[in-house]
């Protein structure tokens, strides 16, 4: 065996090594991408519930159920408690919108068609 038979069989191994290579990087990207979806998803899940515990208090039950009869009645801190808390649940929808939009939040979690079929 002379020297150009050994050189080519090197380029072989190292053309497949090469492939094998790329087939292992696309399997991990998929991986990845799988893996950052589902992350999304919890986080999101988190923000839900963060941002809708408070609606299970009684007090702040009473404040929702007074601002949704009559908001101008409500004291001043009342108020601010519904501003904050209001904005507490739409900042967990946008980032729901956000994920979504960015292509991290699967379709079916987000069209509410899909959750109800």
């Known amino acids: 065996m002379n020297w150009d038979a050994i050189g080519a069989i090197g380029e072989i191994i190292g053309a497949g090594a090469v492939v094998a290579s790329l087939v292992y990087l696309a399997i991990q990207i998929r991986t990845q991408n799988r893996e950052a979806r589902l992350s999304a998803m919890h986080d999101i899940s988190v923000g839900f519930r963060d941002a809708i515990i408070p609606f299970s208090s009684e007090d702040m ?26 904005g507490q649940f739409f900042r967990a929808w946008e980032e729901a919108f956000i994920q979504h939009e960015e292509g991290h939040l699967d379709s079916r ?8 079929l």
């Open 61 to 86: 039950a009473t404040i929702l159920v007074q601002a949704n009869a009559d908001y101008e009645s409500l004291t001043d801190i009342e108020a601010q408690r519904i501003i904050v808390l209001m």
């Open 109 to 116: 979690s987000w069209d509410a068609k899909s959750v109800c």
